[in-house]
């Protein structure tokens, strides 16, 4: 551990919803224009999604997850576990995909709960329901993936604010003895949690007057204390450091080698960052996708999202073997070598809200 | 390994800089107007072409391309 594979779980379906709202980076003024060509090109993020105020993280959820049961033919009736991953649940108490339990129309015999993770947290997400199912033989099972990152990033946070998208996913998975076992490796490194992180609001810091006050951070970032703090730089760092090694030890335990792998599907992190870890594992750029340019980074819905951007013929018609790696806040990083077949895509629902 | 070929190598990067004007003893935080975005872009050449990896405080202790030069060489040999 934490090198493990789980047996008999297939991924039938994914779906996700965005935001209707469009953001143009090339329109952010807090950065000079002619400064903003350069920046654009290094985080790649060219559009995202902002939802409207109001809009939660449960909505767009409910909506991907509406149309991938009704996709599906899937009778609600028979799904026995709800897993949300998400940092930007509707409340502090009690866990959001309990709610959606209910909106969902899902029986009561579903279990349900929250699942605290971003950029690693689809891969992370995978690992604790395909296990509950595997263990408990739950058949048919909803994994929810999705943030509405935008809303805690200040204007004014150049680190932060024109980085982020908002999305919300739902991937579907059953109990199947044909399924080729998933392999993961799954890592922490906690001394990095204030490399990403939202310094007020919890229980450590609760909110006060002082949460609410804007402060100059560095050379064009203010926030206040309830806002997301990046440290872009060290992030960076870490992503350069651990993920490369964490993926060629996952396919090295397998005795496979990058050919053996038809997409390599990340966690849209930054271009750049991306693009350094995709050179350092000779990885081909046609096996490598992106949605970071029109979407932005979707926190953990960035994979399920990219998969259906770029991969939907791909891995709709037959078997396709992919590596899906996650990393950031956390500091959390994992990857899965898995292998889909005939998995229904949706198409991405553009959300009015 | 060079400090020259690793200015061709920044100068091929940077596009739009005039070739020839950067010197080992630039300081880089003056010649390029130094912002977050450029650190991010020195961190990923270095990865790329020297295959090791330079962090915030190396670059926080440098001043000059060559200082920068001499971490990588560090860092490749131990």
Known sequence: MPQFSIKNIAIKGISAAVPKFEYNNMSYDWVPEKERPLMIKTIGVETRRIAAKGTATTDLCFSAAEKLINSLNWEKSEIQALILVTQTSDYQIPSSAIILQDRLNLPKSCMAFDINLGCSGYVYGLSVISSLMASGGIKKALLLAGDVSTLNANYRDKSAYPLFGDAGTATALELDSNAEPMFFNLNSDGSGHKAIYVPHGGMRRFVDKDSFEEELIADGIYRTGIQIALNGLEVFNF????????????????????????????????????????????????????????????????????????????????????????????LSWGSVLLQTNNVVCTEIIDYNG | MKAEDFILKIEDEFEDLEKGKLKPESNFREFFDWNSINALIFIALVDSEYDVTITPDDIRNSETIMDLFNTIIAKKSS
């Open chain 1, 239 to 330: 992503s350069l450091r651990e993920v490369a090694p964490n993926v060629q030890s996952l396919l090295q335990s397998q005795e496979k080698t990058i050919d053996d792998v038809d997409y390599f599907v990340f966690h849209q992190a930054n271009r750049l960052m991306n693009e350094t870890i995709r050179k350092k594992l000779k990885i081909d750029p046609e096996k490598f996708p992106y949605s970071i340019g029109k979407y932005g980074n979707t926190s953990s819905a960035s994979i399920p999202l990219t998969i259906l951007h770029c991969l939907s013929k791909e891995i709709s018609n037959g078997k396709t073997n992919l590596l899906l790696s996650g990393f950031g806040v956390g």
